[in-house]
């Protein structure tokens, strides 16, 4: 079935471009099934106000821990949905930040079938335009990509974590065509109902979808946690988006971890939360080594006195 999937999307591309597009559009962003409610994050989500936005006409499910100002957005990835974040929102919690998440169309508790980046966006722009300005976004996978496309916008946030973070969304489309054995021919009739059908008449589009591209355009401090055994995420998209932020971003990466496993480590969990709630310091010159803070296996106790050194207490005389 696959076999002849793949065929079918390949012969339609090549001859019927204009038909084919809406078809391989339609698979491309619909999730992986629905993710479920675990036993372990049920207690969290209770405690969470919930509530509603229509986007697109798709009813989003929203929740929010809490009541102050400036709140922690946080922005799941791929076939998943909030509630992932569980460990962390009680963590945050219990230093007394608000949090705010939600599920995207076709995710956990909100309607829909399918979700775009442009859903991510019209979301996250609407919790901006509901809360303020955010503390910090905490981002996973797809997430990351979302968010940091975002903040190219009037999205304000003071920091950015990104765990497993995708940087640039033709890597979204090399691994659906990887996934589906499919050639050229349908990557170019994706690309342009990308263009055309999902962002019409926004002027540089692919370059805007690369966190890459005009790091300058969001100028905060950044913390990257990658696990070099993801194998949805490869960990070069992370060190890309290292790279390109240069001294505001460093890299943590992990190992045995896996792309979906590192949202329930402690150490990440305590490495994040520490660099969301402490005042920022930037470190005396580049980060040399984007790796050193690399942590695996018996060595697992560096993760956050990697994050440790860099995000410390506010010098005297520095602004908070």
């Given amino acids: 079935m696959a076999s002849l999937l793949s065929t079918t999307l390949d012969v339609g591309a090549r001859l019927a471009p204009g038909l084919a597009g809406p078809r391989v559009f339609a698979l491309f962003v619909r999730p992986l099934g629905r993710a479920r409610l675990r036993p372990d994050e049920a207690e969290v989500m209770a405690r969470a106000e919930t509530g509603r936005l229509l986007v697109r006409g798709v009813p989003v499910t929203t929740y ?84 940091l496309f975002t903040l190219r916008d009037t999205v304000r946030a003071d920091r950015v974590v990104a765990i497993g973070g995708i ?25 342009r109902h990308v263009e055309t059908r999902l962002f019409p008449g926004e002027a540089d589009i692919w ?34 988006i ?9 890299l943590i990466e992990t190992g045995g971890l896996g792309h979906r496993r590192i949202l329930a480590d402690p150490e990440v969990i305590a490495a994040a939360v520490r660099f969301i709630t402490t005042p ?15 942590s695996r296996g018996g060595d697992r106790g560096r993760t956050d006195q990697a994050v440790a050194g860099w995000s410390s207490p506010v010098r005297p005389g520095q602004p908070a």
């Fill in 207 to 240: 370059q805007r979808l690369d966190a890459r591209w005009r790091p300058a355009d969001v100028p905060v401090p950044m913390l990257l946690l990658h696990d070099t055994d993801d194998d949805t995420a490869t960990p070069a998209q992370s060190r890309a």
């Fill in 167 to 191: 940087a640039d969304f033709g890597y979204l489309l090399e691994q659906f065509r990887a996934r589906l054995g499919v050639g050229d021919a349908v990557e170019k009739v994706l690309r």
């Fill in 280 to 294: 920022y310091v930037p470190e005396e010159g580049p980060i040399k080594n984007p790796e050193a803070g690399l």
């Fill in 64 to 147: 929010r821990w809490g009541d102050g100002e400036r709140p922690v957005l946080v922005v799941h990835g791929w076939s998943s949905r909030a509630s992932r974040f569980a460990g962390f929102i009680e963590a945050l919690r219990a230093q007394g930040r608000t949090v705010i998440a939600f599920d995207s169309p076709g995710h956990g508790e909100s309607g829909g079938r399918a979700a775009t980046v442009r859903d991510y966006r019209e979301i996250i722009r609407l919790l901006h335009a509901e809360h303020g300005d955010f503390s910090a976004v905490l981002a996973h996978s797809i997430g990351v990509l979302s968010s």
């Fill in 242 to 250: 290292a790279a390109a932020h240069g001294d505001r971003a460093r």
